[in-house]
């Protein structure tokens, strides 16, 4: 016996009850199609199942109607043939604060309090192990990119810092700055996990200046794209300052062109509570 997980692309999105063409899994009206493969298919048992329609969600009432409306189509898959639903990945994980000026944080306690009930009538009848991608919400915060100031150049009245690493060592906030200049300042609907909004990087020299400056950060490559953040406010700074950039705990190394150019590594370390450096 062979036990997989499905993925279901379900018939409602997280803003409304209506369902989106999509790439990934099948879709829940080809249900009686899935019913007959699984008749045929006695060596193959589904397990489990997994939806993920949207990401970086703050609305603690979206994500609860959310997880609600899963657990009923992990209920109607539950009665198909050779199906034993033993977890259920909710996918779509909390969102993270990028600014604290403009987010506010899953208010826990009243999702945890929508879902009392599905999760009691989930311990009467399926059983099943639930589960939530917590991604982003655990790691965004916690990482912070630094890099070096190499650099600094003036040029027609605009100060430059070039950096050791820019876009090949943290990409995400050079796209945020590729789009905004694109679309004239807007604000743009998030597209996860490249970009989630204008306002979701800090910038803060690591000295200890007392007066601030206005400038550009870039890095080194030859690429005019290749701008951390343009026209923010830090401390003044000097040669061989280092920068502190934010919300670099998730999609951070993970998504940068590490190799542009053939630079060297930026380095990963992970700081425990007692301090120690790894």
């Known amino acids: ?41 006695t060596s193959v048992r589904v397990s489990g199942i997994h939806i993920h329609i949207k990401s970086q969600v703050l609305n603690f009432e979206k994500l609860g109607r959310y997880y609600l409306k899963c657990f009923d189509i992990a209920k109607r898959i539950s009665k198909l043939p050779n199906t034993s639903v033993e977890y ?38 399926l059983g099943a192990r639930l589960y939530i991608e917590t991604g982003r919400f655990v790691t965004c915060n916690a990482g912070t990119f630094y890099t070096r100031i190499v650099d600094i150049k003036h040029s027609k009245g605009k100060k430059y810092l070039i950096v050791q690493h820019g876009m090949n060592g943290f990409l995400r906030p050079a796209l945020a700055n590729l789009l905004q200049k694109n679309a004239g300042g807007a604000d743009l609907p998030g597209q996860e996990p490249l ?5 979701a990087f800090s910038f803060e020299v690591l ?72």
Do not use: W
Request: aromatic share 6%; net charge negative.
């Open 207 to 278: 000295n200890n200046a007392s007066t601030r400056e206005f400038v550009t950060i870039v890095g080194n490559l030859c690429t005019a794209l290749d701008v951390l953040g343009e026209n923010v406010e830090v401390k003044a700074a000097e040669i061989g300052d280092l920068i502190a950039v934010s919300n670099a705990g998730s999609y951070a190394y993970s998504l940068s062109p590490l190799m542009f150019s053939s630079h060297g590594l930026p380095s990963q370390f992970i700081r425990r509570v007692d301090g120690k450096i790894e």
């Open 88 to 125: 259920i990945n909710f996918g779509s994980g909390i969102g993270a604060v990028y600014d604290a000026s403009l987010d506010a944080p899953v208010d826990l306690v009243r999702l945890s309090n929508m879902l009392d009930g599905m999760i009691l009538e989930n311990q009467n009848t």
């Open 1 to 41: 016996m062979i036990k997989i997980g499905i993925r279901i692309n379900p018939d409602f999105s997280m803003d409304s009850d209506s369902g989106v063409p999509s790439k990934f899994g099948i879709d829940i009206e080809q249900v009686e199609a899935l019913e007959l493969m699984l008749g045929a298919c």
């Open 195 to 199: 970009y989630t909004s204008n306002h």
